[in-house]
């Protein structure tokens, strides 16, 4: 058992290393031109496809594009003259890691807000042990939930730090199937779990 263990962690570390390094090198950028032209610059280390989207306040998406081929560095100019007044998010999707910039357009000026990276966690279950790893790159506030039929059956606070680290045994529950549930800030991640 203690094998096990200390085979899953090595696992969740190498896994966290990876998404670090993917991470790290990721980086999205808007440059305003003039009032309604923005250059989108978007870098990383290594070739790969770019998944790029604009939402709106509300979540909708108002523009899509998946790069052609495997690139390193794009950029390209945009027009923002047709999107109305409010608060929109650049998201950059790439191998279970998102680079996000917040902008803003007021009566024709674009105003361009911080850069958030956000990365897919890390869910396994086996032998009753669940464990979860995560890269909390914001230092925002995460809780683990875990949920069966729509009933909050466990809730716990993690630790806000850079890297979360959770292993939980599930032999205790009742047979049936699970929802695990980790909310860091705005984002919310699931799992799903059969105990049996």
Known sequence: ????????????????ANIALATGNLRVNILPLNAERA???????????????????????????????????????YDFSKLE???????VSLDGVKGQREFAINNGSI????EKMLATPFF????DILRVAF?????????????????LVYSKALEN???VNEGLNLSKLASGEYQVVLAS???VYDYAVAVK
């Open 161 to 163: 730090s850079f890297s």
């Open 185 to 187: 800030g705005n984002e």
């Open 39 to 77: 250059v989108v610059a978007i870098s990383n280390d290594g070739e790969t496809k770019f998944q790029i989207s604009i939402e709106d306040a509300y979540g909708s998406v108002v523009y899509f594009k998946e790069t052609e081929g495997n690139v390193a560095d794009y950029r390209k100019v």
């Open 111 to 114: 105003n361009v807000g911080k």
């Open 1 to 16: 058992m203690k094998t096990f263990r200390t085979i899953s962690m090595m696992l969740a570390l190498t896994v966290i």
């Open 85 to 91: 007044n409010g608060n929109y998010k650049l998201i």
């Open 135 to 151: 890269l909390n790159h914001a230092g925002e506030k995460t809780n683990l939930y875990i949920y069966n039929d729509g009933e």
């Open 124 to 127: 396994s279950y086996k032998e």
